[in-house]
């Protein structure tokens, strides 16, 4: 089996204590991630509440030069283009990397760090995560994106930077996909689970996905329990419901974004090794093997490859 997931926060956990990519008590580590014959994993630089938008973007300049530390010493490569996925998934190692940013609060009202993050590697940007800042209004609020944010969007439209829908509140949602359609571009959502099945503010609407999914994006669902269900005993098959929700709507569109190592998660995918126990709830479910496969995999490779 292969997998290609769209988001964890397993880099900064690496930064913030020190800590090995190969051996962890973290959910991802390469020892477990050895269960897959190929694993590609989308590492986002998150930046903690407790930080201010400057300090912010001090930690990721120092996260993102520990990560590629590690990243080098165990021989995973750091992917920047659709051509290197490509070259990579015909005849590449085991495992690799493309660097994505959550929460663009650390471009700070400077349009010019959105050129710079894309210099840096930086190919997804999620440009909103929790209350208003200077970007707009996140899930727990009513409001859209400031001009700043709009132009930030913008920007990153132009230098090849795709925007991701997940954190976003349903005006700023609504605003980054017009932005997106505007420039004849996909935009992602890297973990957000359906909102038909838990009315979290956190998930995505039907039509929203119709939406992202119509430009060519795809959505990638969190392993979150309190995004899954709003019930306590949250388990595998509930992370393949929402997966076969989203199949029923657009196939081929759906994939991972479990949010490891940045959320609490099943106890039955406690970690990355787990995650293949998902396609026996899938198979249950009715999804074909060509389905299961693109979901771990073949779906975000193919937008990757197309849209970086």
């Not at 030069?65 to 659709?82: E, H, I, N, R, T």
């Amino acid at each position: 089996m292969k997998l290609c997931d769209m988001h964890c926060d397993t880099a900064m956990a690496l930064y913030r204590g020190g800590l090995d990519l190969k051996s962890n008590d973290l959910h991802i580590c390469l020892d477990r991630a050895a269960v897959f014959e190929k694993y590609l994993q989308l590492n986002a630089f998150f930046t903690s509440p407790r930080c201010s938008d400057e300090e912010g973007w001090e930690v990721f300049l120092k996260a993102r030069d520990y990560f590629l530390g590690q990243c080098a010493k165990y021989g995973v490569s750091v992917l920047s283009s659709g051509d290197e996925i490509a070259a990579w998934d015909k005849d590449g190692g085991q495992f690799a990397s493309v660097l994505t940013v959550e929460d663009a609060r650390i471009l700070a009202g400077h349009l010019g760090r959105v050129e710079e993050l894309y210099r840096l590697g930086i190919r997804v940007v999620t440009p909103l995560w929790g209350g208003d800042t200077c970007i707009g209004g996140s899930h727990d609020t009513d409001h859209g994106l400031t001009d700043f944010g709009r132009e930030a969007v913008r920007e990153m439209l132009r230098v090849g930077i795709v925007p991701d829908l997940s954190h976003a509140s349903f005006r700023s949602a609504d605003e980054i996909l017009d932005l997106c359609e505007e420039a004849g571009k996909s935009p992602v959502a890297t973990h957000m689970n359906a909102y038909a099945l838990h009315p979290h503010s956190r998930n995505l609407t039907d039509e929203r996905y119709l939406r992202l999914t119509g430009m060519g994006g795809v959505a990638g669902i969190s392993l979150y329990v309190r995004h899954l269900s709003g019930r306590e005993d949250v388990t595998a098959d509930d992370a393949a419901a929402h997966l076969c929700h989203y199949e029923s709507l657009a196939p081929g569109h759906a994939g991972f974004g479990c949010d490891y190592d940045g959320s609490d998660v099943p106890a039955d995918l406690a970690e990355i090794s787990r995650l293949p126990a998902a396609a026996g709830c899938l198979r249950a479910r009715g999804l074909t093997e060509e389905q299961i496969d693109g979901i771990y995999y073949g779906n975000v490779l193919r937008f990757l490859k197309k849209r970086i």
